[in-house]
């Protein structure tokens, strides 16, 4: 990443894992699998760039900017540059998303590949607690993404938890959590941080986005939100 090189089979340079990729990353531009095109893609199978379709008015869908947007909107600048597709790969420049597409996307994650519209109401029950109806999700798509793929993800989401950028605050929980931290620049050391967790790791029962906006100075804010949220879960 960057201009540098690294020789990975160098001993004491860095652990040899079979997740482990090094990229010289320059002039990809739009080839076959790689590119914003095929970024953009990806992210609306995991239904951003869209509504939700909760049973709440009012929903806000997100944006995904892509090389026609650019050139209406920046006529003195319409091109595309490496910038930014690797900021659009980072989830920074253009991008906007709402916490309920990001949780909705991790929930495909988290249950192996089947994208689900959120929905506030799980059954209806009768005065005394007897139910009535049982509201099932609906399926929005699945099978979009491999297996395999998708399970390298969570690895990397469980190894943020185990030695990463959740370590000290998730692996302190009861059950094993795996996580996804992000933190959105806003200028002037403000940040908006943001994690995206599900646990437990191997039977997956919650989904947890969490964003706190207009942080100064720090960006971990979010996590002892989201680790005190989910105490209080896995302890009823």
Same mark, same amino acid.
């Given at each position: 990443?960057?201009?540098?090189?690294?020789?990975?089979?160098?001993?004491?340079?860095?652990?040899?894992?079979?997740?482990?990729?090094?990229?010289?990353?320059?002039?990809?531009?739009?080839?076959?699998?790689?590119?914003?095109?095929?970024?953009?893609?990806?992210?609306?199978?995991?239904?951003?760039?869209?509504?939700?379709?909760?049973?709440?008015?009012?929903?806000?869908?997100?944006?995904?900017?892509?090389?026609?947007?650019?050139?209406?909107?920046?006529?003195?600048?319409?091109?595309?540059?490496?910038?930014?597709?690797?900021?659009?790969?980072?989830?920074?420049?253009? =991008? %906007? /998303?709402?916490?309920?597409?990001?949780?909705?996307?991790?929930? $495909?994650?988290?249950?192996? &590949?089947? *994208?689900? !519209?959120?929905?506030?109401?799980?059954?209806?029950?009768?005065?005394?607690?007897?139910?009535?109806?049982?509201?099932?999700?609906?399926?929005?798509?699945?099978?979009?993404?491999?297996?395999?793929? =998708? %399970? /390298?993800?969570?690895?990397?989401?469980?190894?943020?938890?185990? $030695?990463?950028?959740?370590? &000290?605050? *998730?692996? !302190?929980?009861?059950?094993?959590?795996?996580?996804?931290?992000?933190?959105?620049?806003?200028?002037?050391?403000?940040?908006?941080?943001?994690?995206?967790?599900?646990?437990?790791?191997?039977?997956?029962?919650?989904?947890?986005?969490?964003?706190?906006?207009?942080?100064?100075?720090?960006?971990?804010?979010?996590?002892?939100?989201?680790?005190?949220?989910?105490?209080?879960?896995?302890?009823?």
């Amino acid at each position: 990443m960057g201009g540098s090189w690294l020789d990975r089979y160098k001993k004491g340079n860095c652990p040899i894992s079979k997740r482990l990729f090094l990229y010289h990353w320059r002039r990809y531009g739009d080839q076959k699998g790689l590119g914003p095109t095929k970024i953009k893609e990806y992210l609306e199978k995991f239904g951003w760039n869209q509504k939700t379709g909760i049973d709440l008015p009012g929903e806000a869908e997100g944006f995904i900017p892509d090389k026609e947007w650019k050139k209406k909107t920046f006529p003195n600048d319409p091109g595309w540059w490496d910038g930014d597709t690797y900021n659009l790969s980072i989830g920074q420049g253009f =991008l %906007q /998303i709402t916490p309920l597409e990001v949780a909705a996307s991790f929930v $495909s994650i988290a249950n192996g &590949g089947k *994208l689900l !519209q959120p929905q506030v109401v799980k059954e209806i029950i009768d005065s005394k607690k007897n139910p009535i109806e049982e509201i099932k999700p609906k399926v929005i798509r699945e099978n979009f993404i491999k297996p395999e793929n =998708l %399970q /390298i993800v969570r690895e990397g989401m469980r190894q943020a938890v185990t $030695s990463g950028s959740a370590t &000290g605050w *998730l692996d !302190q929980l009861r059950v094993p959590a795996a996580a996804k931290t992000g933190t959105a620049e806003l200028g002037k050391e403000f940040y908006n941080n943001w994690v995206t967790v599900f646990a437990p790791y191997e039977d997956p029962q919650i989904v947890l986005t969490i964003i706190i906006e207009n942080v100064k100075g720090v960006q971990t804010a979010a996590l002892p939100v989201a680790k005190a949220v989910l105490e209080w879960y896995f302890a009823r």
